[in-house]
Nanobody, 127 residues
Framework: QVQLVESGGGLVQAGGSLRLSCTASGRTFSIYTMGWFRQTPGKEREFVAAIRWSGSSTYYVDSVKGRFTISRDNGKNTVFLQMNSLQSEDTAVYYC????????????????????WGQGTQVTVSS
């Protein structure tokens, strides 16, 4: 089992920045990919970004490219999501996720490819 704990959400004005953190514990050696998703009421969970646990590959949804950066600190089993130039459309609950087997590039944006999820952290952007 892998446990994920997110932190760093909050209220920010449009144009501002937030940094989310997700720390993994447990069987972290089984992780290949970690991702961030977000969800608003009545909508499906949306892929935001992902990073391979080893190597340097990162993936982003088009709407956040150039504004968000995903990174990791393997020594601390932590993944970060630096969010800049935040817009009201970024308001959502953000979830950290980890897979338990290799996820193909084609599947990296699909929630069902990820076996473990954090509890979520609210990000609210006021306009």
């Amino acid at each position: 089992q892998v446990q994920l704990v997110e932190s760093g959400g909050g209220l920010v004005q449009a144009g501002g920045s937030l940094r989310l953190s997700c720390t993994a514990s447990g069987r972290t050696f089984s992780i290949y990919t970690m991702g961030w998703f977000r969800q608003t009421p009545g909508k499906e969970r949306e892929f935001v970004a992902a990073i391979r646990w080893s190597g340097s590959s990162t993936y982003y949804v088009d709407s956040v490219k150039g504004r968000f950066t995903i990174s990791r600190d393997n020594g601390k089993n932590t993944v970060f999501l630096q969010m800049n130039s935040l817009q009201s459309e970024d308001t959502a609950v953000y979830y950290c996720a980890a897979d338990s087997s290799w996820t193909s590039v084609a599947g990296i944006s699909r929630p069902n490819e990820y076996a473990y999820w954090g509890q979520g952290t609210q990000v609210t952007v006021s306009s």
